[in-house]
């Protein structure tokens, strides 16, 4: 289709947007190009797909201004700073900081209500010990979660469910996911920055978000837990699926991270165009690497801020490439094709 037709952004009916904390800095510019230029060529509606900082990305998208909610977001996501050892609520109220600086005052609204962008918020709700406040069964049921996700991945119902927070009056039928029992919960603007919150909230590291109204009552956390960078299988809609990303590869669960044999590759996916930076690319970032949250206790504060600006600059070149791609006469020039 993109050699026939060329990029045009009607030929995608879904954007997804993947777990991964500091690494979404790498994406910024190249997100500023989709949110701010390409997509908005387009005029049919789009399901937008996020976890955790997925959905965050996402939510730059459905506002008035795109690029201006991505500049406050990554304005305020650069310069935030902790102490030695902060616990789970200083994280937590810095992370609602960041936050409210992306959404402004009309950014809920214009989220919850937008005509075109079809916004979908994966959060894992906790049963029973994991949607504990006490470290000690919070840490149990983490424990067994990675186990019984050893032996098979669906065994991670038994501790999280999938709820998805939508936009609209109900979520796009495409993305009626059945590898897990999922709950669809209808987003208002009072409960929209929370359950972007609850969606970005690792265990022990934030607090979570407890019983958002309207959904299943309980504790939310980070929708990375089960759909770290999805499993695509799920997916049943009939354009293709636009998945700018860190990595050539997808992790489905965050748990998955540490089996290298549930890592998959792209071979079996025929409707999914991703973008992502090369490793020749990545080699040329401060340290050779995209940012990560290790850098939070490997580097001093003034440190992480400078390498993460630095990367920041040279993602530009990211941007530019897909610019160059869309524009240009190859649709497909430097693209890998998988079959």
Same mark, same amino acid.
């Given at each position: ?57 996402? !939510?730059? %998208?459905?506002? =008035?201004?795109?690029? /201006? *909610? &991505? ?6 996501? @650069?310069?935030? #700073? ?53 470290? !000690?069964? %919070?840490?149990? =049921?983490?424990?067994? /979660? *990675? &186990? ?6 669906? @065994?991670?119902? #038994? ?72 499993? @695509? ?107």
């Amino acid at each position: 289709m993109l050699r026939d037709q060329g990029w045009h952004p009607d030929h995608f009916s879904l954007l997804l947007g993947a777990s991964g904390g500091p690494k979404w800095l790498v994406l910024g510019q190249l997100d500023r190009v989709l949110f701010g230029d390409f997509l908005q060529r387009g005029e049919e509606p789009m399901s937008l797909l996020g976890s955790s900082i997925g959905s965050w990305r996402h !939510a730059c %998208l459905a506002q =008035a201004d795109p690029v /201006a *909610a &991505l500049d406050r977001f990554q304005s305020a996501y @650069l310069e935030q #700073a902790y102490s030695a050892r902060p616990p789970p609520s200083e994280i937590s109220a810095a992370s609602a900081h960041i936050l409210a600086q992306l959404l402004g005052a009309e950014g809920a609204a214009a989220l919850s209500d937008h005509p075109r962008w079809r916004t979908h918020i994966v959060t894992a709700r906790g049963r029973g010990p994991a949607g504990a406040r006490q470290p !000690a069964l %919070l840490g149990a =049921a983490m424990g067994a /979660a *990675a &186990l019984g996700n050893t032996v098979h991945r669906r @065994l991670l119902g #038994a501790g999280f469910q999938r709820v998805v927070f939508h936009s609209g009056e109900r979520p796009a039928p495409q993305l009626s996911m059945t590898d897990f029992r999922t709950a669809y919960t209808r987003l208002r603007p009072p409960t929209v920055p929370l359950a972007l919150q609850a969606s970005g909230s690792i265990p022990f590291v934030l607090a979570g978000e407890r019983n958002i109204g309207g959904a299943p009552p309980g504790h939310y956390w980070d929708g990375g837990i089960i759909d770290y960078h999805f499993d @695509l299988r799920q997916y049943r809609g009939e354009g293709l699926v636009l998945y700018p990303h860190f990595r050539p590869d997808l992790t489905a669960g965050w748990f998955d991270k540490f089996l290298p044999w549930r890592r998959s590759g792209l071979e079996n996916l025929d409707d999914l165009v991703l973008l992502c930076p090369s490793p020749q690319f990545v080699a040329t970032l401060p340290g050779g690497k995209i940012p990560d949250r290790r850098d939070f206790t490997r580097l001093s504060t003034a440190q992480r801020v400078a390498v993460w600006r630095e990367c920041v600059a040279r993602s530009e070149a990211l941007a530019e490439a897909f610019q160059a791609l869309i524009d240009g006469p190859d649709p497909l020039a430097g693209a890998t094709l998988l079959s």
